[in-house]
């Protein structure tokens, strides 16, 4: 005969259900802010920027992009790094340098030193708006770094990253953690 559980506290029961609903809020939360984020518009801008990771999903977003409106220039952040093979073989090809093509690498490989080689490229360039292409789970976050570090329009466009269940609530958590932090800690606040 299975043991009965004990019954929990009221308090117990009500700290519970307070966890509970919390959790459920920031899931529905981060599903909306992480996930269901395509843009209303899209339009026309100086530059589309490829934030560096996973190109390749992003690279063909930001090359769609470039053709589709006819934006004269795809800028690239070159680092090297395993996930960002494609983006790096294009910087790496003979057809680079070009007119059409920009590539950079931050000083500090994370999306803090991309915003700011992004606002000095985008400043030496004279461009008014910028795109910026990276995945869907990083859009938030990106746009306030980018917003921060620039006086271009910034207009964020998302790849859709296939994940597993558990990949999806891993990037929730880092990319809640990380909109806390550029909130409480602003990138370029002294450069304008």
């Known amino acids: 005969m299975p043991l009965p559980l004990p019954a929990l506290h009221p308090v117990g029961a009500r700290v519970l259900a307070w966890i509970s609903g919390a959790a459920l809020l920031w899931l529905v939360f ?5 996930v269901n984020v395509d843009p209303l518009s899209v339009r026309r801008t100086d530059a589309v920027i490829m934030l560096g990771g996973a190109a390749a999903e992003r690279l063909p977003v930001a090359q769609q992009m470039q053709r589709d409106y006819g934006i004269p220039v795809l800028v690239l952040s070159h680092t090297d790094t395993p996930g960002n093979t494609a983006a790096d073989a294009a910087c790496n090809s003979s057809a680079f340098p070009s ?7 931050p000083d500090e490989y994370d ?8 606002g000095r490229i985008a400043e030496a360039n ?4 910028i795109t910026v292409v990276t995945s869907s789970y990083h859009v938030s976050r990106a746009q306030r770094l980018m ?10 466009v998302n790849s859709h990253p296939r994940l ?22 602003p990138e370029c606040a002294d450069q304008r």
């Open 111 to 118: 999306t803090r030193g991309e915003a700011r080689a992004i």
């Open 30 to 34: 981060a599903f909306q802010l992480f």
């Open 126 to 129: 004279g461009w008014k708006s």
């Open 99 to 105: 007119a059409q093509l920009l590539c950079f690498r």
């Open 164 to 185: 597993s269940l558990g990949q999806w609530l891993r990037r929730f958590v880092i990319e809640t953690g990380g909109l806390l932090d550029v909130s409480l800690r």
């Open 147 to 156: 917003e921060q570090c620039t006086t271009a329009d910034v207009q964020m």
